[in-house]
């Protein structure tokens, strides 16, 4: 969501958001696949496939088609597609800074390496029911500090700067 603040509302409209949150999310949809015996470290394991760069290319093709009403030109077509690609390899570039679970397979299908980055200090989250509990909230708080709080401040300086910048043009 922090993201659509560094795009011009007028090429990607501000409330494409939501849009851009739900691409966030859908990698982690892949945890389904545990019901259906598949393994973590499977090509469609969790933080497998769908947290591959290609599934984020394939899926803000998809978000694009589906938002196309919402894009006036072609010209915008490429950004908004820009900005729903980023919102969701967003979702394993952080996933690769937890300290916790397998690393994320950026490369698949083609190749099936997991990845962490070297600096891990987001604490990795508990699947399912284990979310809410005591270790639930210590993630939570630590997501506070390495995930949101630098989003807003993120929002806050692109707001800024593109503020800025429409200034300085109209002048
Ligand atoms: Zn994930």
Not at 53 to 66: Q, R
Not at 152 to 165: D, G, K
Request: hydrophobic share 55%.
């Amino acid at each position: 969501m922090a993201l659509i603040a560094a795009f011009p509302e007028q090429a990607v409209p501000h409330r494409l958001m939501i849009l851009g949150a739900v691409c966030a999310m859908v990698p982690d949809f892949d945890v389904i696949g545990f019901r259906f015996g598949i393994h973590y470290a499977d090509l469609l394991g969790h933080r497998g496939l769908t947290h591959s760069i290609a599934f984020a290319a394939v899926l803000a093709s998809l978000a694009l088609f589906a938002a196309s009403s919402a894009v006036s030109s072609s010209k915008n077509r490429g950004l908004v597609w820009l900005y729903l690609f980023l919102a969701t390899t967003s979702h394993g570039l952080l996933d690769a800074m937890t300290d916790g679970g397998l690393g994320v397979a950026f490369f698949s299908p083609l190749d099936r390496t997991r990845y962490f980055f070297s600096f891990t200090p987001i604490a990795v989250s508990p699947i399912g029911a284990r979310f809410f509990s005591a270790r639930g909230l210590s993630v939570m708080l630590c997501e506070l500090r390495w995930v949101w709080l630098p989003s807003i401040a993120f929002e806050a300086v692109a707001f800024t700067i593109r503020r800025l910048y429409a200034n300085i043009r109209s002048v």
